[in-house]
Nanobody, 115 residues
Framework: QVQLVESGGGLVQPGGSLRLSCVAS????????MSWYRQAPGKERELVAR????????GYADSVKGRFTISSDNAKNTVYLQMNSLKPEDTAVYYC????????WGQGTQVTVSS
C-alpha cells in the first residue's frame, strides 16, 4: 500500500533552515505529483510546494517563494523541502502528499520556528 514517511522537522530559530524529507513506497514514484502541505493550529491545511512527475516543474505558495525549495530524487523515492529564512509564521505540521490515482498523505512532521 502507499506509504509516505516524513522526517526532518524540529525546533529552529527565526532565520534558520530545515530540510524535510518524505520517503515514498507502494507506488511508482516517478509518476506521482508530489507536494508539501502545512497546517498551523486553528488554520486550514494549505499547499506549500508541488513538483511534477518528471521533476521538471515546481510551484510554491506566495508566502514561501524565494525561501523554500522542493526537489525530488527518483532513485531514492524521496521528495525534499529545503526551508531557509524561516519565520515564526512557518510554524505548522508539514505533510507530504502524493497524487497518483488518488490522494495520499503522510503522518506529518512538526516544524516550530521560535526564539
Amino acid at each position: 500500500q502507499v506509504q509516505l514517511v516524513e522526517s526532518g522537522g524540529g525546533l529552529v530559530q527565526p532565520g534558520g533552515s530545515l530540510r524535510l524529507s518524505c520517503v515514498a513506497s507502494g507506488f511508482t514514484f516517478s509518476r506521482a505529483v508530489m507536494s508539501w502541505y502545512r497546517q498551523a493550529p486553528g488554520k486550514e491545511r494549505e499547499l506549500v510546494a508541488r513538483i511534477t512527475e518528471t521533476g521538471g516543474r515546481t510551484g510554491y505558495a506566495d508566502s514561501v517563494k524565494g525561501r523554500f525549495t522542493i526537489s525530488s530524487d527518483n532513485a531514492k523515492n524521496t521528495v525534499y523541502l529545503q526551508m531557509n529564512s524561516l519565520k515564526p509564521e512557518d510554524t505548522a505540521v508539514y505533510y507530504c502528499n502524493a497524487l497518483i490515482l488518488g490522494f495520499y498523505w503522510g503522518q506529518g512532521t512538526q516544524v516550530t520556528v521560535s526564539s
